[in-house]
């Protein structure tokens, strides 16, 4: 790997320098104010990201409800299964987020 390497701020068009950490080979920032770019970029996506499981939230929850008001189950095994599936890829940490998010957004259950 080489000494210097970049990573592109996607959400801002912005290159920021980095320098390679020999002994892990992971590019880190040459400065704090590369840091704290990085930080803010961090901020910015979990915004998104609480944003994203608000609606999920939401939605799953109307779904919900609409399956329930015409006689169908509230939740549907497979369909959770898909989810968890889903975030097979992030390992066990995956597995916890995805059921999480399945408990947010069957939010309480018979209301």
Known sequence: MPDDATIQDVTRGETIAMTTNIDSEIAVPSSEAEI???RQEIDRLDAEILTAI???SEV???IGRTRMASGG???VHSREMKVLERFSSLGQEGHTLAMLLLRLGRGRLGH
């Open 73 to 75: 189950p509230r939740l």
């Open 36 to 38: 704290n770019d990085l």
């Open 54 to 56: 608000k609606r999920r």
């Open 60 to 62: 799953s929850q109307i």
